[in-house]
């Protein structure tokens, strides 16, 4: 799995997912979106005193059966909202049903308490929205948690049509 500590996290995704890839599609992208991602590397369990942090586990889903999902970003950022890695340089499509994870160690903490992914993606056609989520695993003492934190569609609200 690609981590933030990876040299060249891109290149890393695309070797450590190459199964779940395929060529991206050459015709224009005609449907596309973006889902934002709110992560926990590290969480706070008393103010200013004790700190749990945990694993991050980002997976992107293609939930179409029939088109390829193009992955146009996916960027990490901070809780002062300063990206902190750039997980692909240029577009790559998951096949129907695909899966891609990239994966920060518990160590990783460059996130902090507000962290967050933000992926693009774009379809040539139309397709299930991809499926987005975090799993962050951790514990403190000898208590283990696990929790979930579904993406975000990111819409614009508040323009008058």
């Known amino acids: 799995m690609a981590s933030g500590a990876a040299a ?14 395929t060529a991206v599609p050459a015709e224009p992208a005609t449907v596309s979106g973006a889902f934002y991602v709110p992560v926990y590397s590290s969480v706070a369990m008393t103010p200013g005193r004790m700190r749990a942090d945990f694993s991050v586990t980002l997976s992107v889903h293609n939930a179409s059966e ?68 975090a799993l962050m695993v951790g514990g403190i003492g000898s208590g283990h948690y696990a929790f979930i934190s579904q993406g975000r569609p990111i819409r614009l609200v508040g323009r008058k049509q």
């Open 8 to 21: 060249d996290p891109a290149s890393s995704l695309q070797q450590n997912f190459a199964a779940s890839l």
């Open 66 to 133: 029939s088109r390829p999902l193009t992955l146009q970003r996916i960027d990490y950022f901070d809780t002062a909202g300063a990206r902190v890695e750039a997980y692909v340089k240029g577009p790559v499509a998951l096949k129907p049903f695909g899966t891609i994870e990239i994966f920060l160690p518990v160590k990783d903490v460059r996130g902090g308490t507000g962290a967050n992914f933000v992926v693009e993606w774009a379809a040539s056609g139309e397709i299930a929205e991809p499926v987005v989520e």
